[in-house]
C-alpha cells in the first residue's frame, strides 16, 4: 500500500510537471486577442488571410501587415520594440551583436513555441545573399522579453499577438511570410539624414524592395544577383544559382516600371532638397536602441522593474546603452505613404 501510494505521488507530480510543460506549449496556441480580430475584420481582414512584417531599427517599431479582401496588403498594428542591439547597418559576421537588416522568409519551422524568451520566429540569417557574401550567424530571433544579442525583442506580450497572427496565417495555407528588416523607414528625410553613411549603397538596394511594394502593396519576389537584393513583381526563371553572379536583363513590366521609377525620382528628387539645409546624422548607438516609450518607462521605474513588466525573469539587457539610443521621432518626419 505504500508503495502504490508512492507511485500515485509520483504519477500526481509528473502530471504536474507535465502541466508546467504543458504551458510552455499552449503559449504557442494562445488564440488571437478577440479585439485584434475585431480589428481585421474592420480592415477586410480573416484571420487566416496571409501576413508581412516590417522591421525598422532607428524607430524601435515593427508593423504586421495582412493581406484584405481587395487582395492587397494592408498595415494592421504596429508594435514597439523593447530592445535591439548592434547599430545601424546589416549584420556580417557571427558575434557582432548586430540586428539583421535584409528580406528574409518565415515558415512554420521557424516559429518556436518553447523559446526561452517566450515565444519566436527565427529569421531564417543569413539568407541565400548573406551566406555568398560569407556573412555568419544563426539563431536571430524576433522574440518576447526585452533583451538582445543581435535579436529583435518585442516584450512577451508583443511576441505573443504576433506569433498567434503568424500561426494563423500560416495554418491558412500561407507557405512563409516575408520579414523586411530595415535600418529605418525609407524615406527622404532618413535617406537625406544618413546620406554620408557606408552603407547607404545597401540601404538603397533595400529600399528597390520597399518601393516596389509601395506600388503594388504585394510582397516583392526576393532574388539575388550580381551580390545584391533583385526585386520582381513575379518570379524570375532566368536568374543564376550563384548570387553573386551577374544579374540577367530583367523582364519588361512597362506600367509597374513607369510607376516605381516615378516614386524613386519623387523621393530622389526630395533627398536632394533636405540635403541642401539638413546636417547629416552623427549620432552613433552604443548597443542597439529601445522604443521612446519603454525608454521612459526604464528612466521612471528602472531595469527590474522594466523587466517585469515586459519579460518576466528575463533582465533588460545593457539598460544605459538602451537609454543612449539617440533616435528622436521626428513630429514632422513622414512615413512612405503606406
Known amino acids: 500500500m505504500k508503495m502504490l501510494r508512492t507511485l500515485l505521488l509520483f504519477?500526481?507530480?509528473?502530471?504536474?510537471?507535465?502541466?508546467?510543460?504543458?504551458?510552455?506549449?499552449?503559449?504557442?496556441?494562445?488564440?488571437?486577442?478577440?479585439?485584434?480580430?475585431?480589428?481585421?475584420?474592420?480592415?477586410?481582414?480573416?484571420?487566416?488571410?496571409?501576413?508581412?512584417?516590417r522591421i525598422y531599427k532607428k524607430e524601435s517599431e515593427l508593423e504586421l501587415?495582412?493581406?484584405?479582401?481587395?487582395?492587397?496588403?494592408?498595415?494592421l498594428k504596429t508594435y514597439p520594440l523593447c530592445r535591439w542591439s548592434g547599430k545601424l547597418g546589416p549584420k556580417t559576421q557571427e558575434g557582432d551583436r548586430q540586428a539583421p537588416e535584409g528580406f528574409y522568409s518565415v515558415s512554420r519551422a521557424q516559429l518556436n513555441p518553447r523559446s526561452q524568451f517566450y515565444l519566436s520566429f527565427n529569421l531564417?540569417?543569413?539568407?541565400?545573399?548573406?551566406?555568398?557574401?560569407?556573412?555568419?550567424?544563426s539563431a536571430l530571433m524576433v522574440h518576447g522579453a526585452c533583451t538582445s544579442a543581435g535579436c529583435y525583442a518585442m516584450t512577451n506580450d508583443g511576441i505573443s499577438e504576433i506569433y498567434a497572427v503568424a500561426r494563423e496565417a500560416l495554418a491558412g495555407g500561407q507557405p512563409s511570410f516575408q520579414v523586411q528588416s530595415?535600418?529605418?523607414?525609407?524615406?527622404?528625410?532618413?535617406?537625406?539624414?544618413?546620406?554620408?553613411?557606408?552603407?547607404?549603397?545597401?540601404?538603397?538596394?533595400l529600399k528597390e524592395g520597399t518601393d516596389l511594394f509601395a506600388v503594388t502593396k504585394q510582397p516583392p519576389v526576393v532574388s539575388a544577383c550580381g551580390g545584391r537584393y533583385r526585386f520582381t513583381g513575379a518570379p524570375d526563371a532566368d536568374m543564376p544559382a550563384d548570387p553573386l553572379a551577374p544579374c540577367p536583363q530583367a523582364a519588361p513590366a512597362p506600367q509597374l516600371d513607369a510607376l516605381v521609377a516615378e516614386r524613386r525620382a519623387r523621393?530622389?528628387?526630395?533627398?536632394?532638397r533636405l540635403?541642401?539645409?539638413?546636417?547629416?546624422?552623427?549620432?552613433?548607438?552604443?548597443?542597439?536602441?529601445?522604443?521612446?516609450?519603454?525608454?521612459?518607462m526604464l528612466r521612471k521605474v528602472g531595469p527590474q522593474k522594466l523587466?517585469?513588466?515586459?519579460?518576466?525573469?528575463?533582465?533588460?539587457s545593457r539598460p544605459d546603452a538602451a537609454l543612449a539610443d539617440p533616435y528622436v521621432p521626428d513630429a514632422g518626419g513622414a512615413d512612405e505613404g503606406e
Open 182 to 205: 530595415l535600418p529605418f523607414r525609407m524615406t527622404p528625410r532618413n535617406l537625406a539624414a544618413h546620406r554620408n553613411d557606408p552603407n547607404m549603397p545597401f540601404w538603397r538596394n
Open 307 to 316: 523587466a517585469a513588466l515586459t519579460s518576466g525573469k528575463i533582465e533588460v
Open 267 to 272: 523621393d530622389e528628387e526630395a533627398v536632394i
Open 275 to 296: 540635403s541642401e539645409t539638413m546636417p547629416p546624422a552623427l549620432a552613433t548607438y552604443v548597443d542597439g536602441g529601445m522604443n521612446p516609450a519603454f525608454r521612459d
Open 65 to 75: 501587415w495582412k493581406r484584405n479582401s481587395s487582395g492587397r496588403y494592408a498595415l
Open 124 to 137: 531564417g540569417y543569413p539568407n541565400q545573399l548573406e551566406r555568398a557574401l560569407g556573412y555568419s550567424g
Open 11 to 53: 504519477g500526481v507530480v509528473a502530471l504536474l510537471a507535465g502541466c508546467a510543460g504543458g504551458d510552455v506549449d499552449e503559449r504557442g496556441s494562445v488564440p488571437i486577442p478577440a479585439k485584434l480580430v475585431s480589428e481585421m475584420s474592420a480592415k477586410g481582414m480573416s484571420p487566416d488571410d496571409p501576413i508581412m512584417v
